[in-house]
Structure formats: C-alpha cells, structure tokens
C-alpha cells in the first residue's frame, strides 16, 4: 500500500516554464513534509520543507502549496531551467521513537528543455 | 562541514554472500538512517540509529542488520544476498530530533550494490 502517492511518473517542460510535481498522503500522523532533488549517482539533497501549519511556502522559484484538509501537497518549480532536469520526491515523515521516519513517493523525472 | 560519507561506492557481490556497507554521518549528527532505492520499490526505509541503538526498523528480513558506533558512524550488513538485494542502498544523517533542522535528514551518495 502506497501511503504517499506522487505524480505525474514524468514531466516534460520547456525553459521558463512551471513544472507542477504533486503529493497525495492518508497518514494523519505526518507532520513535516519535505522535497528532495536526486541527480544521477548522487544521494537526494533537500530542496524545501514544509509543516502542515502553513499553506503556502516559498524558496526562491520554488514555492510548496499544502492542503491540510485534501492532504495534498505540491512542488511548483517557477522559470523551470535545464539545471532542474532531476528527480523529485515528496516525502511525509512522522516522530517514531523520537525520531522522523519519512515515507516517500515514488518519484517524479523532470526534464526542462532548453 | 563534511557531508555525509559512504564506503565502498560500488560493490558487486554474488548469491548467498554477505556485505558490510559504511557509512559516516555529518560531524555532530547522531542520527543515521539507511534506506534502499530501486526502480521498482522506490526509496524504502531499512532501520534508523540513534546513540548506538536501534530506534527504528522499517518492514524488511533479518538478513538487514545495522549497527552503529560511539563516534555515530554506521555499518549495515546484508547476509545471504539474493538477486533482488541489488540496489542503490543510501545512508542519511539528521541532528537530535528537537534540535534545529532535527527533522531533516542528509543523504549520502549511496553504495550501488550489485548481485550477480
């Protein structure tokens, strides 16, 4: 059972453009919600965060939209460009044991064009 | 600072071998988490360390086994492989919870282990 789905699996985007990654989750124990960005051979680096707090969170031309209620969230990558073109994960992490435990999505492959 | 280092970057083993993989957290991070990446399952997590103990275990077989040392740097071991163990297997490190950022964790480039 998949508790953090993501998608879309892929996106294409031209240069400038938005890309619009989205995360759906069940889990009402999850209280931070991060994004990483994966390179090829490299670990996944944390991009932004987000607490179910706050709607809305904004990190240069990447901004996260959180609905508490629809426990959706998305990454908006604005004036996407090529140095973007990674994969993206969502994440939901919740305290076990004293700890965050994250539970991610599958994944999404970005490519901008340029 | 340092990011989070891992030892071998690659390994190639064979059927019912074992393999230790390491794994050096950020300076000052006593938190280390290891999780498994593969293009079927995505990104899963194996078990989390915190102060030499094992606080958290994610849904896989006794053959996964970690531990970790008093200066915070981690090893897990993989006994009997079998060709589904093929992976990338990532390590990552996060300050005590409570503390600033204690949230977050910091991954490591990965050990690609391959399974023949």
């Known amino acids: 059972q998949q508790q953090v789905k993501q998608s879309p699996q892929s996106l294409i985007v031209q240069k400038g453009g938005i890309s619009i990654i989205n995360c759906a989750y069940e889990?009402?124990?999850?209280?931070?919600f991060p994004w990483y960005q994966q390179f090829p051979g490299k670990g996944p680096a944390l991009l932004i965060a987000?607490?179910?707090?706050?709607s809305e969170k904004k990190e240069g031309r990447f901004t996260i939209s959180f609905n508490k209620s629809a426990k959706q969230f998305s990454l908006h990558i604005m004036d996407s460009q090529p140095g973007d073109s990674a994969t993206y994960f969502c994440?939901?992490?919740?305290?076990?044991?004293?700890?965050?435990?994250?539970?991610f999505g599958r994944g999404t492959s970005l490519i901008v064009h340029p | 600072k340092a990011g989070v280092t891992q030892t071998p970057r690659y390994l190639i083993k064979t059927r019912g071998q074992q393999v230790t993989l390491s794994c050096s957290p950020i300076?000052?991070?006593?938190?280390v988490s290891w999780y498994q990446q593969t293009p079927g399952q995505g990104l899963q997590f194996l078990f989390e360390y915190f102060s030499e103990t094992q606080r958290n275990k994610g849904n896989f077989p006794g053959r996964f086994s970690g531990r970790q040392f008093s200066n915070s740097r981690s090893e897990m071991n993989v006994s009997t492989l079998e060709l589904g163990d093929s992976a990338l297997y990532l390590c990552a490190s996060s300050p005590e919870p409570g503390l600033a950022g204690g949230d977050t964790q910091y991954f490591g480039p990965g050990t690609r282990l391959t399974v023949l």
């Open positions: 987000i607490r179910p707090d706050v």
């Open positions: 889990n009402t124990a999850f209280d931070y």
């Open positions: 994440a939901a992490s919740e305290r076990r044991g004293g700890s965050y435990i994250p539970t």
């Open positions: 300076s000052g991070h006593r938190s």
